[in-house]
């Protein structure tokens, strides 16, 4: 975790003030009066941040995520592979996950993290619903307390698309046909070409 306090100071050290005596120019840094203040309370929590901090917080929103999908009905084999792609992509990096950005996620899933493409948008999706869980629940503490903004690594770029692969599909009943047949029948009267309309349910067939 320690490049994480790296990183966030290094950027953090880019917004600042401009000294009085460095010349102003195109290439100067201006800021909004104040901004350096926000800027410097930011950089000391960060400081004060431990890795043991950040692993714990974790595994607590881990999990109150699980006990909140639990409450919500999934089944226990369901719940038992929830957080896998999370801890996944996270011990690939060695990032907590509001530290994950999407271009982390396109680099392990086209390279060493790629399957088969219902494997991957199943991981995918089950690494965007515990985002959003995190956004809803966690969101101004992970700020406060990491200097970190929660926002999925799953974009518009970079969410699956189902590719048709459904799963079983279960026929109508016969009551469910016998209803849709007779509803067709009740509006051939009222078809502006009723010839091509009563074929089409000719064709249809009638249960």
């Known amino acids: 975790m320690s490049r994480f306090v790296v990183d966030s100071r290094s950027r ?11 010349p102003a120019g195109p290439g ?3 800021v909004e009066p104040g901004l350096a203040d926000v800027v410097t309370l930011q950089r000391r929590a960060t400081a004060t941040v431990s890795a043991d901090d950040e692993r714990s917080f974790l595994l607590d929103t881990m999990a109150e ?3 909140a999908r639990d409450v919500a009905g999934l089944a226990a084999t369901t719940l038992q592979r929830l957080q896998q792609p ?3 992509l996270c011990s690939f990096y060695d990032l907590m996950p509001w530290h994950l950005t999407p271009r982390h996620l396109d680099r392990y899933f086209a390279g060493e993290g790629r399957r088969g493409g219902s494997t991957i ?7 965007d619903s515990y985002f959003a869980f995190l956004e809803q629940r966690y969101a101004g503490e992970i700020a406060r307390r990491f200097g970190a903004v929660v926002e999925s690594p799953v974009d518009p770029f970079n969410r699956p698309r189902h590719r048709g692969d459904f799963g079983l599909r279960i026929p109508p009943s016969r009551r469910a046909l016998r209803e849709f047949f007779a509803s067709w029948r009740g509006e051939l009267p009222a078809a502006r070409k ?3 309309a009563a ?3 000719r064709l249809g067939g009638e249960v």
């Open 121 to 127: 948008r199943s991981k995918i999706g089950r690494i």
């Open 65 to 67: 995520y699980t006990w």
């Open 194 to 196: 009723w010839a091509v």
């Open 12 to 22: 953090l050290e880019l917004i600042g003030t401009r000294p009085a005596d460095s």
């Open 28 to 30: 100067a840094l201006l």
């Open 199 to 201: 074929r089409d349910r």
């Open 86 to 88: 999370v801890v996944e």
